[in-house]
């Protein structure tokens, strides 16, 4: 009989498809000692008990409750870690005037590393306790406090994609808080690639830098070649936002008569590791282009009813086959929690859907077959995140890595089938009711 690391005996819910989840009211999830699922066992298997009872006898297995599930830890797709402190504030202004007014003399602190240090490991735990296993990470210009969020994610255990902003353009940057040069721009993100590396040589748990370009109005054309070049160089992710609103749509319209996604496409920066923020004003040829390049969109839909200017209509961008994720945008967005984004993200389907202009006829308001289900939010935050960033996990699953949480249903009333149970789980669960996570089977909570 072999033995595993941990088993872990329970109920769970995980997605199948874009639509349907699968459920298991009681198994064993087997995990080895590299942190993936080694086998997943259903009761009607038949070394189920001899399992059970190898790992009872050598003290690897934890039995759930039996109001407790197991889910794949979180995927957030798009999120700022130096905005923390202002999540929740001044969410009063458009995009443009926002990042001048409140965000970038946020991010200027950060060549201070003290408040780097105390900023960053507040804000990993914080996601840990939400059931984040996985965050693609802004920082901010500073590498040094770049390299703090990279510690932070390994100290408390989380797998960190992060990359170092580039923001050379000095008519869309403040002074204070600016590359100085594209060269710079480039050459500080080439050096981040190389401290990750050097940092990933003291731990397991490997952190990926991330060639982060803010966006097209902040960038120079120099600074996006160059950036392009490094992506083709080291083959590593891209984060960028496009399309978010129709301030930016309509920047790259102007300066560079092409449509923003098509500026990122002609400097490189559109590669089938590339992550998107928002796109909530991509059009069908822009959808095509991610599609043919494997580019990936993340949905922020809390942060999207402030900036975006429109809803991103996830069924048709799932129709085009481009992959989509879920991000909390911090401090776009104002919470952290992923749970708060699918809700968001299935209401604002809604919204969609009827309209909400109540002086037009009813068939006259929205925009007919566009609501999601609760299901399609928790793939986003589940396996559509994994799959954007080329991760095997999102998923129970052997195979897939130990990445998960346990939740336990609040209010068991109604709670008398898996439908029901799990949309209680996705629409009732606070940071109190996750009471665990694994991320690579280490619990982190
Ligand atoms: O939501 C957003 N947050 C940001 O910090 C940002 N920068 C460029 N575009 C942005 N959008």
């Given at each position: 009989?072999?033995?595993?690391?941990?088993?872990?005996?329970?109920?769970?819910?995980?997605?199948?498809?874009?639509?349907?989840?699968?459920?298991?009211?009681?198994?064993?999830?087997?995990?080895d000692t590299s942190g993936y699922i080694a086998r997943v066992i259903n009761q009607t298997d038949a070394d189920y008990a001899a399992v059970r009872q190898a790992a009872q006898a050598n003290a690897t297995l934890t039995t759930l409750r039996p109001d407790q599930y197991v889910l794949p830890g979180f995927i957030d797709l798009h999120i700022h870690a130096p905005q923390w402190p202002n999540a929740g504030l001044a969410l009063d202004r458009p995009l443009n005037e926002w990042l001048d007014t409140y965000t970038f003399p946020l991010e200027a602190k950060y060549q201070d590393l003290d408040f780097a240090k105390l900023v960053y490991n507040d804000l990993v735990q914080e996601l840990l306790a939400n059931g984040t296993t996985t965050a693609l990470y802004f920082g901010t210009i500073h590498n040094a406090a770049n390299l703090e969020l990279a510690k932070a994610c390994i100290k408390h255990g989380q797998r960190g994609f992060i990359g170092k902003v580039a923001m050379d353009n000095p008519e869309q940057t403040?002074?204070?808080?600016?590359?100085?040069?594209?060269?710079?721009?480039?050459?500080?993100?080439?050096?981040?690639?190389?401290?990750?590396?050097?940092?990933?040589?003291?731990?397991?748990?490997?952190q990926t830098p991330v060639i982060t370009p803010r966006f097209v109005p902040s960038c120079t054309p120099a600074s996006l070649q160059g950036l392009g070049d490094l992506a083709r160089k080291y083959d590593l992710p891209v984060q960028s936002h496009c399309s978010e609103s129709d301030w930016e749509n309509g920047y790259a319209l102007e300066h560079y008569q092409m449509r923003d996604a098509d500026v990122l496409d002609h400097y490189g920066l559109l590669t089938n590791k590339a992550v998107m923020a928002h796109g909530t004003q991509l059009n069908d040829h822009d959808y095509e282009l991610f599609a043919k390049q494997g580019v990936a969109i993340a949905h922020c839909p809390i942060s999207n009813v402030y900036f975006g200017n429109a809803v991103l209509p996830v069924k048709r961008v799932l129709a085009h086959h481009v992959k989509t994720g879920l991000g909390t945008d911090i401090s776009g967005g104002y919470s952290p929690s992923l749970y708060q984004n699918i809700r968001q993200a299935v209401m604002s389907s809604r919204l969609l859907q009827d309209g909400v202009d109540n002086q037009l006829p009813t068939n006259q308001r929205g925009?007919?077959?566009?609501?999601?289900?609760?299901?399609?939010?928790?793939?986003?935050?589940?396996l559509g995140g994994a799959k954007s960033l080329h991760l095997q996990t999102g998923k129970i699953a052997a195979g897939y890595l130990a990445d998960l949480q346990v939740v336990s249903l609040k209010n068991a009333f109604q709670a008398d089938d898996a439908d029901n149970i799990f949309e209680k789980l996705m629409y009732q669960t606070s940071q109190a009711e996750i009471e665990q996570v694994y991320v690579r089977g280490e619990r982190v909570k």
């Open positions: 009989m072999s033995s595993f690391s941990k088993v872990i005996e329970g109920a769970s819910f995980s997605p199948r498809t874009q639509t349907a989840i699968t459920y298991q009211p009681q198994q064993l999830i087997c995990l403040p002074d204070y808080y600016q590359d100085a040069s594209a060269q710079v721009a480039v050459d500080q993100t080439e050096q981040f690639i190389q401290q990750v590396g050097e940092l990933n040589q003291t731990t397991d748990l490997k925009v007919s077959d566009s609501a999601i289900s609760v299901k399609t939010a928790f793939y986003l935050a589940t």
